[in-house]
């Protein structure tokens, strides 16, 4: 109660003072709070804090008394020599982890308030200049199998491959596939569809055995045959049974990504040439004897071995 007594005295006194700036709302020992630092202090605070601050004048001035005490502790940090602190290195770990996160903020104030470029005409000139990287679409092909199943070091392949070049042969001569599917294929992911593989196939797909997909894209046209075709799994026989032709998608299609592209290419010139601004400039002054002698140390450590004579 003594301290809420000289809390509510001081606080008496500072109200006439506070008027006079309009952004402070709390100042002692020389140390000031604005408005809109309190605001957000306040918002961090839990619905309880926040619900007794509003209604009880007692429990407010502790809680002021909390955020301005940890205020002044941290002007401490201010007044200390890093010359007399007993662990330097935590010091200046500190300083520096500070000026980083100090250093990022500014950046990313910078870049939140980059105005953008109307980016249009630029983003149809790249669709006409690239179109490949952005509006081709590769040909995709669906197919249907027959697997006879042979694992490597589980099986003969070689005894296997008549039975494959029969089965061949017997699709070829006209056969119906599924039939032949339904009774010899092996493979467990089409076995109950007749064969029939439910993904779109293109070359260099990421997650599909290549021999595979070149299996697929050997056959000249829907219907045909592929030749035996051997994969980690075994003998394949494919059937082609739709192809999709490789097509430019409209600017409509891609004007996104594009759009996305040249911005962050516009993003990254521009921190580029924030950094720039910062660079070292004409007045720069060096103490080379301290510096050399900061460096030296390290270029001992890194020199090589003297070897002894005749080695």
Same mark, same amino acid.
């Given at each position: 109660m003594k301290l809420i007594r000289i809390l509510l005295c001081v606080t008496t006194l500072l109200t006439a003072n506070l008027a006079a700036a309009q952004d402070i709302v709390l100042e002692d020992d020389g140390v000031t709070m604005t408005r809109q630092e309190l605001e957000f202090i306040v918002s961090l605070w839990s !619905?309880?804090?926040?619900? +007794? $601050? =509003? /209604?009880?004048?007692? @429990?407010? /001035? &502790? /809680?002021?008394?909390? %955020?301005l005490a940890s205020k002044k502790i941290a002007r401490e940090f201010e007044r200390m020599d890093p010359a007399t602190v007993k662990d330097p290195d935590a010091y200046w770990r500190h300083v520096l982890a500070v000026r980083d996160m100090n250093r990022k903020f500014v950046v990313e104030q910078y870049m939140k308030d980059l105005e953008m470029p109307d980016l249009e005409a630029l983003a149809k000139e790249r669709y006409t200049t690239q179109k490949n990287k952005y509006a081709w679409v590769a040909e995709q092909r669906k197919a249907s199998q027959i697997l006879l199943l042979c694992l490597p070091g589980r099986c003969d392949r070689d005894a296997l491959r008549p039975k494959a070049a029969q089965l061949l042969e017997r699709l070829r001569a006209g056969e119906d596939f599924e039939q032949l599917a339904a009774e010899f294929n092996q493979d467990p992911g089409t076995r109950n569809t007749n064969g029939r593989m439910d993904r779109w196939l293109t070359l260099g797909m990421v997650g599909m055995d290549a021999h595979q997909v070149g299996g697929v894209f050997s056959v000249e046209k829907v219907g045909g045959y592929s030749e035996v075709t051997d994969t980690p799994y075994g003998l394949h026989i494919f059937r082609l049974d739709e192809i999709k032709e490789g097509h430019y998608r409209p600017y409509e299609e891609v004007r996104e990504v594009i759009i996305a592209d040249l911005a962050k290419e516009?993003? @990254? #010139? +521009? $921190?580029? &040439? *924030?950094? +720039?601004? *910062?660079? /070292?400039? @004409?007045? #720069?002054?060096?103490?080379?004897? +301290? %510096? &050399?002698?900061? #460096?030296? !140390?390290? =270029?001992e450590a890194l020199a090589p071995p003297v070897l002894p004579e005749g080695q």
């Open positions: !619905p309880d804090m926040q619900r +007794a $601050a =509003a /209604l009880d004048e007692g @429990d407010r /001035l &502790e /809680l002021i008394n909390m %955020v516009y993003r @990254d #010139l +521009a $921190a580029k &040439e *924030f950094d +720039a601004r *910062f660079m /070292l400039t @004409d007045e #720069l002054k060096i103490d080379k004897t +301290a %510096v &050399e002698e900061i #460096l030296e !140390p390290y =270029a």
